[in-house]
């Protein structure tokens, strides 16, 4: 995605802290680690779901399990599009059953993409429930989710486009906002 005029709404700092913010959210509000587990969803959500699942880590002295998820087939849009996509593993190692599932995103749009995730999700099992955090929250939502997480809030117009970047995929870590 090519972005004309971006300007910078978060720098490597300002990931940072967000992620060291939403790992303190996720103790406070489940109350410590015990039964919780996170899942990204591919790309940038997994590199997120690690790095607050290390944040954690460090407070609690305690691993957390962290898997991967793609959402491709179930995407509602899957079979409008032209061309072949690209579907890449799914990797949830540990049960989900009765766990807390903290589901992570980079930027929280229309919601379909979370909706996506959360159907994958339940093909695992059956989770005692289901939490959602998101680095960006752009608004314009066409489902009926919100973030229980998120690292800053960007209002956007539909024209425009927010893109995240992070050292793992782009060797760099910023998120900018502009015209398509």
Do not use: W
Request: overall charge negative; proline content about 3%.
């Amino acid at each position: 995605m090519e972005l004309k005029d971006g300007a910078e709404v978060m720098t490597h700092e300002g990931i940072r802290r967000a992620i060291k913010r939403i790992a303190h959210e996720i103790l406070e509000r489940n109350r410590g680690c015990e039964d919780l587990v996170l899942i990204g969803i591919r790309t940038r959500g997994v590199f997120l779901a690690q790095r607050i699942a290390k944040e954690i880590s460090e407070i609690e002295g305690r691993e957390i399990s962290v898997g991967i998820i793609d959402i491709t087939l179930y995407r509602d849009d899957f079979r409008i599009g032209t061309t072949q996509p690209v579907v890449r593993s799914t990797e949830i190692p540990f049960s989900i059953t009765d766990k807390k599932v903290v589901l992570v995103d980079d930027v929280l749009y229309t919601g379909r993409s979370i909706r996506a995730a959360i159907d994958g999700i339940i093909d695992f099992g059956r989770p005692g429930m289901i939490q959602l955090a998101v680095l960006i929250d752009r608004g314009h939502r066409e489902l009926p989710i919100r973030a229980d997480y998120v690292g800053k809030n960007v209002p956007t117009s539909r024209q425009e486009s927010v893109k995240v970047m992070l050292q793992e995929e782009d060797g760099v870590d910023r998120v900018v906002i502009g015209e398509e």
